[in-house]
C-alpha cells in the first residue's frame, strides 16, 4: 500500500522527461525563430576579417530594377541604424558591367561608383548567390543573406527585417 504514492512520486518527475526526449526524437518541436534572414549553414569564412559588420551586396553581371531598389534598401537600413551605423560598413562583392538606369532617374537611385569594392577569395565568390545582401561579422563569418524581391512593398519588408536583424546584433554583441 505504500509503493502507490512512491511510484505516482516518481511517475511526476520521470514522465515530463521522457516526453521532453519523445518530442525531440521525432522533430514534432519547431524551435523559436526571431531573425528574419536565413542563416547560411555552415556560414562562410573570409581569409581576411573585415573588423566590422558589413552589409555586404553581391550584384549580377547587370545592375537591374532590383538591384538598385536593394542597393537603395541597403543605404536606407544603414541610415536608419542611426549611432550604431558607425559599426556597420556597406560593400559591393564586384562592380557590374552594365548599370540599367530607370529612365528618368528616381529618387532611390544609389550610385553604384560610392560604394566599396570587398575581395572576397574566388570559394567564396562562388559560393554566393547573385542579387543578394549578406550579412558579415567582425570576425569575418558570412552568416546570413537577404533575398530582396522586385516588388517594392515586399523589399520594403526585408528591409524591415534586416533592420531588426542588426539592431538585435548590434545591440548584444561584444565585438565590432
Known sequence: MQKKPLFIILGLFIAP????????????????KTNTGELLSPPL???????????????????????????????????????EGKRVQRYLTKYPETVIH?????????????????????????????????????LGNIFMHYQYPTDRAAAIKVSAGLLKDLKRLLKISKIG
Open 17 to 32: 522527461i521522457l516526453i521532453a526526449k519523445l518530442v525531440l526524437v521525432n522533430d514534432w518541436y519547431q524551435g523559436a
Open 45 to 83: 569564412t573570409m581569409s581576411q576579417p573585415p573588423q566590422a559588420w558589413l552589409l555586404l551586396y553581391n550584384p549580377g553581371e547587370q545592375c537591374t530594377q532590383q538591384c538598385q531598389q536593394s542597393l537603395w534598401q541597403m543605404q536606407q537600413v544603414h541610415t536608419l541604424l542611426a549611432v
Open 102 to 138: 530607370p529612365e528618368p532617374l528616381s529618387r532611390d537611385h544609389v550610385e553604384i561608383s560610392t560604394l566599396a569594392r570587398l575581395q572576397l577569395s574566388a570559394v567564396n565568390q562562388q559560393q554566393l548567390s547573385t542579387d543578394t545582401l549578406y550579412l558579415v561579422d567582425p
